[in-house]
Structure formats: C-alpha cells, structure tokens
C-alpha cells in the first residue's frame, strides 16, 4: 500500500519506520530539514564549531516510552537526562522553578508575596485533582471549564 506521512518529526519519521517494510511510503516535509522540532544547528564560536539544538526540549523514557523503544530497536544509545523547568515574567516580576524550596523561593520576597503562595497553592491543588480527572474519564473537559 501506498502511504503518505505528513512531517518529519519523530511521529513522521517512527511512522515511517514502522511501516518500511510492509508498505512503499512517502514522507513529506514543509521545512527544509528534517526531525520537526529536533534541529540542530552549527555556530561558529572561539573553541570551534558547537551544535546548538533549537528545538529539542528534553527526552527522558517516562516522557516517551515509545521512542525509548524505537531507539533500543534501531540499536541508537541515549543517556538519561535530568529535566527541570522555570519560568520568569518581568511583566509582574515573577520567577518559578519548583525543582526544591530553595530554587521555589529564590526570590525570597515571595514566601511573603500572596501572588506567589496562591500561584504555589494553585499548583499543588492541581496535582492533586489532575489524577482524579483523568481516572475518571471525563470527556470534553476543556482548560477553561476546570479553571473555573
């Protein structure tokens, strides 16, 4: 059978894979690369030239059993990597990272700051109810239907 995959990223290109053998396919790529997000490009610098990879955020086996898989299948190493997130608003002076209570108050004004502790309170609250959500099913649950 004759398939087409729209896009080179790694659902593109697993799909691709997956279907080599048993079917004549065509990848079709808008960009003039391929990987989707996962672009590596090379800038000069003064030790010589440095991939810089600007789309790829991070890739862990929790995060993406199955391209775990497809890379132990296709005999490809990774090594495991450590993820944290943090975000900073200068509109409304705000940094976060939650990766312990030292970097979630760097800003120590904020174990003060009643902004901040309903933003930390709003967080835990959802980690709480978002299992609960999901266990139960519910279909067509938009974000602005929990949010209120």
């Known amino acids: 059978m004759k398939i087409a995959i729209v896009g080179s990223g790694i659902a593109g290109n697993t799909a691709a894979w997956l279907l080599r053998d048993q079917h004549d396919i065509t990848v079709f790529e808008s960009a003039d690369y391929v990987g989707g997000h996962t672009n590596t490009v090379d800038v000069d610098s003064s030790a010589g030239p440095l991939a810089v990879d600007t789309g790829f955020i991070v890739f862990n086996d929790r995060t993406y059993p199955e391209f775990s898989r497809l890379l132990g299948a296709i ?74």
């Open 75 to 148: 005999g490809q190493p990774w090594q495991p990597s450590v993820m944290s997130f943090s975000v900073r608003n200068d509109d409304i002076d705000l940094e976060y990272n939650g990766a312990s209570l030292n970097t979630l108050f760097a800003q120590r004004r904020n174990v003060a700051r009643p902004l901040f502790i309903r933003m930390v309170r709003d967080i835990l609250r959802f980690n709480q109810e978002a299992p609960r959500l999901l266990r139960r099913g519910e279909q067509g649950l938009t974000v602005g239907d929990y949010l209120q």
